[in-house]
C-alpha cells in the first residue's frame, strides 16, 4: 500500500524559514521527486525536483532561497526553505515520479508580511 507523509508546513512571518519533509513507502523503482505549490485561486506549479542521481532544478522564483533534498535509503524528499516571501504562500505537494506518479496530501504553508 502507497503512502506520502508530508510534514513542516505551518505559518511564518517574511524572511523566516521552514522544512518541508515527504516520506514515501510502497514506492519501488523511483525516480524524479519534487515538490510542487498551489497558491489560491492559481494553478499548481513546479518548486523543485531532484532525479535520483542528485541533481536538482528550481523555478526561477525560489532559486537561491530553496533547497531540495533526498534521501533514497528513506524514501524522502526535502525542501529547506529560507527567505520567505509572503507570495510563496501557497499548499505545497510532494511529488514522486515512480512506475506512477504519486501525490502527498499537501501541506499549507503561509508567509505573513
Known amino acids: 500500500q502507497v503512502h506520502l507523509v508530508e510534514s513542516g508546513g505551518g505559518l511564518v512571518q517574511a524572511g523566516g524559514s521552514l522544512r518541508l519533509s515527504c516520506a514515501a513507502s510502497?514506492?519501488?523503482?523511483?525516480?524524479?521527486m519534487g515538490w510542487y505549490r498551489q497558491a489560491s485561486g492559481k494553478q499548481r506549479e513546479l518548486v523543485a525536483s531532484i532525479t535520483r542521481e542528485g541533481s536538482d532544478a528550481y523555478a526561477d522564483s525560489v532559486k537561491g532561497r530553496f533547497t531540495i533534498s533526498r534521501d533514497n535509503a528513506k524514501n524522502a524528499v526535502y525542501l529547506q526553505m529560507n527567505s520567505l516571501k509572503p507570495e510563496d504562500t501557497a499548499v505545497y505537494y510532494c511529488?514522486?515520479?515512480?512506475?506512477?506518479?504519486?501525490w502527498g496530501q499537501g501541506t499549507q504553508v503561509t508567509v505573513s508580511s
Open positions: 510502497g514506492i519501488f523503482n523511483i525516480n524524479t
Open positions: 511529488n514522486i515520479k515512480g512506475p506512477y506518479d504519486y
